[in-house]
């Protein structure tokens, strides 16, 4: 993940803070924990071709194990997703659990199952994001989600939480078919209170496996960030714009905008825009453990099986951790220990985790 805005205003944001505390503690500073595999919608792009007929969720006594485990990290932050979160039955249980322990929880959700008392429920717990996807207006939101109905739920869902202590985040996958709509999300996004736009780029796998026309091309990511950033900075909006999938993102924006003194100050800071291998860690329903949420099938542990230490002592955790380890353009890249490239993509594309990524937006 990229936060291009508070990058370019020199800020830290709660989340980062709270990373970067857990991180120094324990190795690890976030975790996506994907609850359920279950979904009730059917959206075209589905990288996890999730459905309702999906994994399950854990018992609630595995749910309380795996956040016993978490608990030891010291206060982290959180995504907990799906499939969709708000199906599995113990849902309410586990972000009790969480907050009483102290972590920063988003609840990543299609935003179709919040109802009065379920925002309520969100708000008395002290959700601290919860995250929506829009892809546009409303006949094209259902035509995506495949569900008739889709968007005016999330409308009604964002209009119920936008004044509350839960701050709200808009996702979108960036495909060809979305991007003219980016700015009508936007747009939204600033009239409603959203204080994060989260754009993840398109990877064609899951229900999006034949969907290879949606990829965007490289100029069409360069001048979709520019053109938002700078809607961003021009106006003094309060919000910030999250770069998911597109680590190089970062260093694009940064060089366009003139803030090569940023990415001196990033790379003696050892931090890295690509966070495979640096702190991140993805949690299945089953308890497996891999280096990211798009690639759970690389297990490098399970949770109920393997201690911390021994999770993050795998070769393959390790190896992408280390910057020095990349091939082809990412291996001679000036900005391989800033960027580190989506190790996500250069698994995908070609078929090794330490190749270059080749969506890379740096000429």
């Known amino acids: 993940m990229v936060h291009l805005v508070s990058l370019l205003r020199n800020k830290e944001l709660p989340g980062e803070r709270v990373y970067h505390e857990a991180y120094a503690k324990s190795k690890i500073g976030v975790v996506f924990w994907i609850i359920t595999e279950r979904c009730n919608l059917k959206c075209i792009h589905c990288y996890r071709n999730a459905g309702i007929e999906g994994q399950e969720g854990p018992p609630i006594e595995k749910a309380h194990q795996i956040i016993e485990k978490i608990n030891t990290l010291g206060r982290t932050l959180i995504f907990v997703s799906g499939g969709e979160p708000l199906i599995y039955p113990y849902i309410f249980d586990v972000l009790v659990e969480l907050k009483r322990n102290g972590h920063r929880v988003i609840l990543s959700t299609n935003g179709t199952l919040i109802n009065e008392e379920v925002a309520k429920k969100l708000q008395d717990i002290g959700v601290d994001y919860v995250a929506i996807p829009m892809y546009g207006e409303e006949e094209f939101h259902d035509y995506i989600t495949g569900i008739k109905g889709s968007y005016r739920k999330v409308v009604n869902t964002i209009s119920l939480l936008r004044d509350s202590n839960v701050n709200l985040g808009l996702k979108v996958t960036v495909m060809k078919s979305t991007l003219p709509h980016i700015d009508y999300i936007f747009d939204f996004a600033v009239k409603n209170n959203v204080k994060l736009l989260y754009l993840c ?138 960027c580190g490239g989506s190790r996500v993509k250069a698994y995908y594309y070609k078929g090794d985790l330490l190749e270059e990524d080749p969506s890379c937006l740096i000429n």
């Open 201 to 338: 780029d398109f990877l064609p796998k899951g229900r999006g496996t034949n969907l290879s026309r949606e990829i965007p091309t490289k100029e069409d990511w360069r001048s979709m960030l520019i053109r938002l950033t700078r809607k961003v900075l021009d106006n003094g909006y309060d919000i910030e714009l999250d770069i998911g999938l597109h680590p190089s993102a970062g260093v694009y924006v940064l060089r366009e905008l003139g803030a090569e003194k940023i990415l001196d100050s990033l790379a003696k800071s050892n931090r890295r825009f690509a966070s495979e291998g640096r702190g991140s860690v993805t949690i299945s329903p089953n308890g497996d453990v891999s280096i990211s949420e798009f690639l759970t099938n690389i297990k490098i542990g399970n949770i109920f099986q393997n201690t911390w230490e021994e999770i993050l002592s795998h070769p393959l955790y390790r190896a992408v951790g280390d910057s020095s380890n990349l091939k082809g353009r990412c291996g001679q890249c000036p900005y391989k220990h800033v």
